[in-house]
């Protein structure tokens, strides 16, 4: 069971699955209709799991008896808002209780509530993982029932960061991905969609932006229409969908078709002096041009996600960029209270603005607040990718805090540098971040209670310089999963325990090979022996504490 | 082109190709009959590519032109040996010609000529190699003609390892992978078929070897007829096996079926006290149950595997294994001068005996000329998975090597350790090996020319803890193809000049696109902005000496 809920009482009864279980919201017809529609995709893909998962596990085993007695039907309600309404303040939170006895002649009847249709669709989600397939009997079984299940969200924001920039990603694999985060409770697809590389999304009112930015104008980008599936397929799925629109730095795909907003592009051989990594290339803060094309671009660009969220991105901006462009020191010679921070604090301003002006909350690279100390307001979310003290430092501020450490939450790290000519170079944030490293990290090491409650929840990031569709499944999970379990179940069980990967081991093992029934290639943590043989490959106690 | 011919002229016309361009062996006739079937397979596989690869280069451009002429066909001629014989010592140069003009009226014809079918087999790889497919005209074009290459591998022995103890591949997983190996100019697969984990290989003299130590004795087995379906799969491709039966140490598996033969068997938690890894567990050198069952099995296995070499491990004997078995020492108590080190070279020396009298010339890891100092008969190559003064020791010594170190050809290192239980756990062999430091690995580096040429080459090697059919075809391409190069290409170029990751990026991105587009997960070596703007992404020269 992955993530494992908050409270699980469970038993040792087999229970036999009726071939036509009967899964029935009691009170679905007082919803809204798009929760209807919700409710009906999601009570399909359960059934898919039902009648074609037929998953038999490598390290769970159970005991089938002839008496088992038979599943008969699900029964559902929804105890509380009927909407189809997803943000931040959803509630969650599920009960699953499959009951094991029954009174005589009786069919035995699961109940799933749930306040909302969101915690309906993780509380199915949950019931799926407790089927297994039995390789002998080649059946379906419910096994270590009576279940009794109280499940709720440790934080509310569980998200997975993808970069479709550095490398483009198909919509189907997009879909297909967003179905692997809706099974791991995942609730928030951060979508890097454009950065300097290219410009995959395909806007209406400047289409000359992936005309000319994206890798293939015809086959490598985001329509509206595409991008409306997306994000109503991940709704269904219980996800958010928020864009990332990376300004001023990482933009030099827009000087493609605009080249006169974008300073310092392609500076090269020595592109290290201007920009994180090439191309480099900052959008000019002192051009009306500048602000003219945010002004159009983002009632469109927001207007295509219902987030109440918009990511605005603003790290890595390097002045050296700025230095170097003439129009830039012009303006500053003019301007004598001016300074390159002070050109930056106007761009964010403006930008924040345009945002907030089309009714979304700005969220923010840790950047702005830590190196460039911009006075936002409060209620914007900044997202914290480097050590612990930076989320104590912007949470102390008071601002909001998506946590996710280059040093344990990145996906892509430890696979050798991207940059060519450089025999030597191995990644810069190596080393490669396992599950069980991506297991020890805890979003609110350190601070206070009141700090801690700031820390809204975290992202895991898959940055795509080394990762496209050839391989972005293997690099994804089961290793995000670690992460959603982190998300989802917090770091302390209910009796205020750390949660340690010795425990969760075989639990991962197991919801690793069930992934992979499902068709998805994650990878294998262990030999199949050690999967097989839970405890036997665990480090000896003699070289826990070496010294 | 990967990997780059040893001479190659080309000029800058493009040719069209005939739809059915004619292929004709001219003297194909006077060829022993499984020659003549390696041909047609070879043909065959030569016009799959050229109706349906249609591939579209990221970074390779080319003129085409409306007075583009056509090539006609393609004549094909051995002039040596036309036996099917593949062995150490088999020819596999070739020449392949393509002109770009013909005397008037007359139809374009290429050239492709090799001693044996085994250099054919690369001329076509090559000439697959050269098709581009244009995106504007839909058509296939053969650019910068005219070609002239005359080709022949720096080494005789281009392997690649395979684990399939640790985990299991299905056989068309293993198919799969001898077509890519064959499209690198591997000529090699090394397979390391059992191992502690399990003993998948289903023995028809003791069945009960796969019965109880493989994972399913059903379903991750490989029958005899499995491996004469892989042997003969490979040899159609110019691919020997070489089959690895690791022994003394990695037996645990055995213990299933033949607990009294295994000493020390999975030893908790303390296994490291006894094996390099879990499962612990060794032959018992001094049971006369041991060798019958040698005595047995190699008679069978040898037969299995036609070429002249027989893997017969002897990596990570650990000698407390030994120590810890009642019988063993018993012996010793019996045996005043005898010791543990003369326990082990009576083992190896029946189990050499065996395998010479079967036919095959041994091959052993390093361990038991560097660490053991075993008195072998010099034709036993050594394979060395160390640094490189081993190289030098063993050539010293006289020994023919097989080089593939941990530190640049480990194509599993650096995805964290797969022990449990270990949060700060890393690989033991960190970092990652990223294409670039694969390429500079020199398997020569630091000998005598004398001591050189008895390194007939090497290896890059899937240990497979964390590998399996998901992610094994990521793990090994396109890093293994920088194996490749080395191995079949060499080191330094026809001048003498050392061959340059600077150079060689743009013909890797090139062949890795090649490779998705035949199908294979290779992995994205750097984002795609990089790849079509060739040396844009390289180290800024102020990086390269820092200092």
């Known amino acids: ?75 559902i309600e929804i105890t509380g808002d009927k909407s189809s309404k997803l943000n931040l303040n959803t509630n969650e939170s599920y009960e699953l209780s499959i009951p094991s006895t029954s009174d005589e002649n009786q069919p035995l009847i699961a109940h799933l509530k749930a306040s909302t249709i969101f915690g309906i669709l993780h509380g199915l989600n949950t019931f799926t993982q407790l089927l297994y397939f039995s390789k002998e009997e080649k059946e379906l079984f419910l096994p270590f029932a009576p279940h009794y299940i109280k499940d709720y969200p440790r934080f509310a924001h569980r998200g997975l960061l993808l970069d479709t920039s550095r490398n483009y990603y198909p919509v189907r694999d997009l879909l297909s991905m967003l179905d692997v985060m ?4 995942f609730n928030v697809f951060h979508w890097h969609i454009v950065d300097a590389n290219s410009w995959p999304v395909k806007s209406e009112v400047y289409p000359e932006l992936s005309e000319k930015g994206a890798y293939d104008p015809e086959t490598m980008i985001y329509t509206k229409e595409d991008i409306k599936t997306i994000v109503e397929f991940a709704h269904q799925r219980g996800i958010r969908v928020i864009p990332e629109f990376d300004m001023p730095g990482h933009t030099f795909a827009i000087s493609y078709s605009m080249p006169e907003i974008i300073t310092c592009p392609d500076v090269q051989p020595n592109w290290n002096d201007f920009s994180a990594s090439p191309p480099s290339g900052q959008m000019n803060p002192v051009l009306p041009a500048t602000y003219e094309f945010l002004s159009n671009l983002i009632p ?50 403006r930008l924040h603005s345009l945002v907030r002006e089309n009714d979304k909350i700005p969220i923010t690279w840790q950047e702005m607040i830590v190196d460039h100390k911009l006075p936002l307001p409060k209620d914007v979310i900044v997202q914290v990718w480097t050590t612990e003290d930076n989320i104590k430092k912007v949470t102390e501020l008071g601002y909001r805090v998506i946590a996710g450490s280059a040093d344990y939450w990145y996906l892509d790290c430890g696979h050798g540098g991207w940059v060519g000519d450089n025999p030597d170079g191995n990644s810069w944030c190596d080393p490669f971040k396992h599950w069980q490293r991506i297991y020890s990290y805890n979003p609110t090491k350190g601070l206070t209670e009141e700090e801690a409650k ?33 998300l989802w179940s ?47 490959c665990d480090l000896p106690p003699a070289l826990k504490n070496p010294f």
């Open 300 to 349: 469109e660009m927001t207007s295509w996600f219902p987030d109440e969220f918009y990511h605005t991105g603003g790290d890595e901006v390097v002045m050296n960029c700025w230095k170097a462009t003439d129009s830039v020191t012009a303006y500053l010679k003019e301007h004598p209270n001016d300074t390159y921070e002070s050109l930056l604090k106007m761009f964010i301003n």
């Open 1 to 75: 069971m992955w993530p494992i809920p908050q409270s699980w009482l469970n038993g040792n009864e087999t229970l036999k699955i009726f071939p036509s279980l009967g899964i029935k919201c009691t009170n679905i017809e007082t919803a809204e209709e798009l929760t209807q529609q919700i409710f009906e995709g999601a009570k399909n893909r359960f059934r898919e799991f039902l009648v074609n998962e037929k998953y038999i596990s490598p390290n769970v085993h159970f005991e089938v008896s002839k008496n088992s007695l038979t599943l008969h039907s699900l029964t």
């Open 454 to 486: 700031r820390v809204i929840g975290g992202e895991t990031l898959l940055w795509s310089e080394q990762a496209d569709p050839t391989n972005f499944e293997t690099r994804l999970w089961p290793r995000a999963s670690s992460a959603a379990e982190i």
């Open 490 to 536: 917090g770091n302390y069980d209910e009796n205020g325990n750390l949660r340690t990967t010795k425990e969760a081991l075989s639990r991962l093992n197991d919801w690793r090979f069930r992934m992979v029934a499902r068709g998805i290639r994650a990878e294998p943590l262990q030999p199949l022996w050690c999967v097989k043989n839970p405890g036997k």
């Open 182 to 185: 809706s099974w791991n409770k």
